[in-house]
Structure formats: structure tokens, C-alpha cells
């Protein structure tokens, strides 16, 4: 599923930059998400901003309501009494760092069957389908040994075998009728998706619905039914070619994944590697569901026009019904520091593109917000030092990006920058002026206006996110799962406000060292004759 997120957490995490199509491309490419701040006119005073919006943070603050379930299933819900909608989120605190090698891309495996119901929802007759499903399972076993032993033969009579089984499956599925109860009930926005650190599900419904999603999203996760899973296998492999194997600039972040990080799990792709996604079993899927989603690694946050009390009554009636299970294990991470600089390059039917990470901590660390600020000075937006200077005056590239927590921020990542190149120029070219005003942000510090900006463009940027009761209900429940309380919303305008000039400098001469930069240069493949 594909889906436009909130802001992610501390609301400096993501690309932060107006792209052209082609660079938003790239960052869909990672499922990361965008946000563009508009400054409000409250805003032209920096602390008599800060001073007018605190309070009003405070206030929202202290209206949110939180309860945890025996089972430990988390719940958190904010009153917005404006308009009879409420938003709904479902965090599950796993994503593509959670997997295994060999085992890529199961993550959003899980994401797509999750919709595709229960033994009561989605199935003319469950009985039937399931013995269907059981014989599948075996033959598509059968057709990786037959694969395996280099049997073509025996593998081709299998594979028919399989797609009959398919089509008699299909006979007892009552397709999308999941989403056709959400739609008829007046629901809108259903959508999920995967990323790095996490997988979402979200929707908004009318307010007098508030027991139908408790009733609805128990189900999907209570008594999952995996069907159609080789109908999403083939569509996860085409989503895969379309977007890496047959997209220069998507094979280009997979490998620079994998030159930035040596043994880091955000080295592997979210979507997963071709070779795990044709092998992966129903079966695999089944045994990351349960060791994943334990009522203990799920948030739920419902904000709009609820009663705090009733969304306890009935999380209780529905929810209580999972078994606790133990709380998953965090993924090894045991990747050393980069202690040398690495540069590659890719040649590929391409326009050029010049690509620069460096490592920097997780969002977690007293400095997160810098690393945003950092980030606004040189690439946000038209009047940041780095558009300037390469887009505007040497018109060296065509745009320019960044993403700040790049492939996920729930541990220490990649802080990077990226431009396209500019029609006879090159690659070499955006480097050279991207390390000229890198050099600049550590060795001057930045003046009073610079700093007023973007401290203006985040105080913009947090108003923007808590506007909509999905966007709050994204962050209420990121914020609980990725940094362990919500509240972490609301304590980074004291944190940006807090944050000087010698900051910014101390932190950049920490982010940009020379031994923890990774470069890739995308060039333009030779014509074939």
C-alpha cells in the first residue's frame, strides 16, 4: 500500500525541501515522506511566536488521554470535538529493520495481506479456502526444490499447478471486502505503510463508527487470514522492478545503502532483495506476524470526536480479546564507525545525480533537533545557503534535496544530501560547492537572521503537523513508540528555542567529518552503438 504520512518524528526527520518530480521520486523510493513549512505571520517574532504557541501546545497537552491494556497493548486519544470525524493509527513498532537476511521484505509482505481480512471477512466459504490455501503452500514448496534441483521440467508442471490452485482459491475470495465495510460506513483515507522502523495503518471514520473500527481492526489482527498470497507476491515483485531494478535512481539507493552501512540492517531495502521476495513462504509471513505483533508492540491512537472513557470501554471489550506475547527482540545492531571516507560510482541510463551521507546518531539523541536545523540552513527551501549557491548562482544542478534520518531514525542513520545535475555539468561539480558550504556552516557560526529563520520554519512545521487528527494521531503514536512517551511532541519547541549559534557549528563539525562520509555519483551510462 502507498500512503502520504505526518510528519515523522521531531518534525526535522524527513526531507524538509520543494522537490521536482523527479527528486520526489526518489525519496517515494524509500518510503519517506515530505513536509513543506509555511511561516504564519505570528511567526515574524521568533519569541513572541514561541511564547504565543507554547501555551497552546500545553492545551493540547493536557487533553490527551492514555490507557494500556492488560494484554500491553497501548492506547492514546486526544478529544477534538470541531468537526463528528475521528482519526484512527495503528503503530506496529516493526519494520524492515526488524527483519533477517534472507528473510527481506516480509515486513511489507505482512502490510499488503493485512488487508485482505479474516476467516469471517473477505471469504465465501473459509472451510474450503483454506484446504486451498494448504494445498498452494505444499506445490509452491515443491516448486522451489524443483527450482533448487535445476528440474525445469518438473518446475514448469508445478507452476501450472499453481496458477489452477490460484484460480480455484479466487472462486471463494470476496475481494476487497474490508474496504468496501470501511467505505459504506462513510470511511476515508484507508491506507498503510511500511517503512524502516515501522508499519502503519490508518483511516479516518464518522464519529458515531468509533465501535465498528474497534470491531474491524481487532478482527484484521486478532485472526489475520494471509490470503492471495501469491497474487501479492507478483504484485510486490512488479512494485519491486518498477521501482529499483528498472529505476537507475532506485538502484542507486540500494547501493548506497549498502556502501554506507558494512553490517547495519537499514543496509538491506525496505520493498527486500528479488531472490527473498520469490522465495518467501506464507509461512514466513505468518512467523513474523507472530513474533511482531504482539499486543505489546502495537499503539493505537484515535484523535477527533471521541469520549476518552468509551474508547477505553470498548478497547477493552475488543482488544483484551489478544493474548500477550512476549515483547519482540530489538534487531542486532553492531555496525563500527566509519573511520575512512567511501566514494562510488554507478553508470546507468541516467540523468547524473551526486549523492553525500554522512552518519549521525538516532532521534533519540539531546542533539536531534540540531541535526534538523542543520539541515533547514543548507537545503530548506529557496533561501537555504545550498539552493543558492548551486541551483541559483552556479546553476550546476537542476534541484536539489535532503533526507535527515535516511533509511529510518529509530537508530543511528544517514544525514544526506543530493542533487541533479544540471545539463553539462557534472556530478564532481555539485560536490565541490556542497563541500564549500559545508566548510562554511562549520567554520562560521550563523548569524542571528539565519538562525530566526529556521527557527521560524519550525515552529511553522509543528503547527502544520498537529493540524489534522490524522497528523496528530500519527505523531502521538510514533512519538510513544519510537522515543517512549508522546509527549516528546510537545517538549521540542523548548528544545528548538533553546538552540544558539554555537550549537549549530558544534554539531556540524561532529555531523560533517570526513572519515564518516559516503559519496555515490550516478553517471550517465555510454550509449550503445
Known amino acids: ?26 525519496v517515494a523510493l524509500v518510503g519517506l515522506w515530505l513536509w513543506w513549512p509555511i511561516a504564519p505571520a505570528a511567526a515574524r517574532e521568533p519569541l513572541q511566536a514561541a511564547q504565543a504557541i507554547q501555551p497552546y501546545l500545553d492545551r493540547v497537552a493536557d487533553a490527551v488521554t492514555e490507557f494500556t491494556l492488560e494484554n500491553g ?36 509482505y505482512l502490510e499488503h495481506l493485512a488487508f ?27 516448486l522451489l526444490a524443483a527450482q533448487t534441483a535445476g528440474d525445469t521440467a518438473k518446475a514448469a508442471e508445478l507452476q501450472e499447478e499453481l496458477a489452477a490452485l490460484q484460480k480455484q482459491a479466487a472462486s471463494f475470495v470476496e475481494q476487497n471486502q474490508y474496504g468496501q465495510i470501511i467505505q459504506q460506513a462513510g470511511g476515508v483515507g484507508l491506507n498503510a505503510t511500511t517503512s524502516a522502523d515501522e508499519t502503519r495503518y490508518f483511516y ?3 464519529a458515531n463508527k468509533l465501535e465498528l473500527w474497534m470491531s474491524l481492526e481487532s478482527e484484521r489482527f486478532l485472526d489475520p487470514v494471509f490470503r492471495e498470497f501469491y497474487e501479492e507476491k507478483d504484485v510486490i515483485l512488479e512494485e519491486r522492478r518498477m521501482r529499483v531494478d528498472n529505476s537507475p535512481i532506485g538502484t542507486m539507493i540500494e547501493r548506497f545503502l549498502e556502501e554506507a552501512f558494512v553490517s547495519h540492517p537499514y543496509r538491506r531495502p525496505v520493498i527486500g532483495y528479488q531472490d527473498d521476495l520469490f ?27 471521541v469520549d476518552p472513557a468509551e474508547v477505553k470501554r470498548l478497547a477493552e471489550v475488543y482488544f483484551s480479546r489478544y493474548t500477550p506475547r512476549a515483547v519482540p527482540p530489538e534487531p542486532a545492531i553492531d555496525e563500527l564507525p566509519q573511520t575512512a571516507p567511501k566514494e562510488f560510482s554507478l553508470a546507468l541510463p541516467s540523468e547524473p545525480w551526486y549523492l553525500e551521507g554522512y552518519h549521525r546518531p538516532s532521534l533519540r539523541h539531546p542533539d536531534h533537533v540540531i541535526y534538523g536545523m542543520i539541515e533547514s540552513l543548507l537545503m530548506g527551501g529557496r533561501t537555504s545557503r545550498i539552493y543558492k549557491t548551486v541551483v541559483d548562482e ?59 529563520r529556521v527557527k521560524t520554519q519550525a515552529r511553522a512545521g509543528l503547527l502544520q503537523s498537529l493540524a489534522s487528527n490524522g497528523g496528530m494521531a500519527s505523531l502521538l503514536a510514533e512519538y510513544q513508540a519510537k522515543t517512549g512517551d508522546w509527549r516528546n511532541i ?25 572519515e564518516s562520509r559516503t559519496v555515490g555519483k550516478l553517471v550517465q551510462a555510454p550509449s550503445a552503438e
Do not use: C
Open 1 to 26: 500500500m502507498n500512503g502520504t504520512p505526518a510528519i515523522a518524528p521531531g518534525f526535522w526527520a524527513r526531507s524538509r525541501h520543494r522537490l521536482r518530480p523527479a527528486l520526489v521520486g526518489l
Open 73 to 108: 497493548m497501548k492506547f492514546i486519544v486526544l478529544e477534538r470535538h470541531q468537526a463528528p470525524v475521528v482519526s484512527f493509527m495503528i503503530h506496529a513498532n516493526v519494520g524492515a529493520v526488524d527483519e533477517t537476511d534472507g528473510k527481506t521484505g516480509v515486513a511489507h
Open 116 to 142: 485482505k481480512g479474516t476467516s469471517r471477512i473477505g471469504t465465501k466459504d473459509f472451510a474450503a479456502e483454506q484446504q486451498l490455501m494448504t494445498q498452494l503452500d505444499a506445490v509452491f514448496n515443491d
Open 204 to 206: 479516518s471514520l464518522p
Open 279 to 305: 522465495v518467501a513462504t506464507r509461512e514466513d509471513v505468518q512467523t513474523f506476524y507472530d513474533t511482531y505483533y504482539g499486543p505489546a508492540n502495537l499503539t493505537a491512537a484515535v484523535v477527533g470526536d
Open 394 to 452: 552556479a546553476r550546476i544542478a537542476l534541484d536539489i534535496g535532503s533526507l535527515n534520518g535516511f533509511p529510518g531514525d529509530r537508530y543511528d542513520n544517514i544525514f544526506l544530501i543530493y542533487g541533479l545535475t544540471a545539463p553539462g555539468h557534472t556530478p564532481e561539480e555539485i560536490g565541490t560547492l556542497f563541500a564549500q558550504e559545508i566548510d562554511r556552516i562549520k567554520q562560521e557560526p550563523v548569524s542571528p537572521e539565519e538562525l530566526d
Open 490 to 514: 510537545f517538549n521540542n519547541l523548548k528544545a528548538i528555542e533553546a538552540v544558539s549559534a554555537a550549537d549549530i557549528q558544534r554539531v556540524a563539525q561532529t555531523l560533517f567529518r570526513p
